[in-house]
């Protein structure tokens, strides 16, 4: 590809199809379960700390992405494996057992943006979860 042509292709803004595009060629497809309206809330997250085009999106993602990957296979606490049971239902939680895979795309780029941004996102977010 023309270094021009990939400039500006790296300046574009971000959309949910960019975003879903770009978590799908990075993370594995059991990880693909969210909903658009789930993604759009990451979205708009991710423009309120000023990620906003295509190359700071997938320099952010591609940063963390090992790191995200072994928080996703990690085992869960006896608390969370409680929670997640009855959220899930038995079959669903089982098969992610079974799978090793516990995060959609919106928590991977959630648990990315705390790492990039610290308490500034903690603060954040537990201000979105209190107005939930």
Same mark, same amino acid.
């Given at each position: ?12 803004? $971000? ?29 708009d997250e991710l ?7 295509q190359k700071e999106?997938?320099l952010l993602m ?16 006896? $608390? ?53």
């Amino acid at each position: 590809m023309h270094l021009n042509k990939r400039k500006r292709l790296d300046q574009q803004g $971000i959309d949910l199809d960019y975003l879903q595009k770009l978590m799908r060629s990075l993370f594995p497809k059991n990880n693909d379960c969210a909903s658009q309206a789930d993604l759009s809330e990451v979205l708009d997250e991710l423009l309120q700390f000023g990620v906003r085009s295509q190359k700071e999106l997938r320099l952010l993602m591609k940063k963390y992405r090992h790191c995200l990957l072994a928080i996703d296979k990690e085992p869960l606490d006896r $608390i969370h494996q409680r929670i997640y049971r009855e959220d899930m239902g038995d079959a669903a939680y089982l098969d992610a057992i079974r799978r090793q895979y516990w995060f959609g795309y919106p928590a991977l780029v959630r648990i990315a943006m705390e790492k990039e941004f610290g308490e500034a996102y903690e603060r954040y977010s537990e201000t979105r979860d209190l107005t939930a």
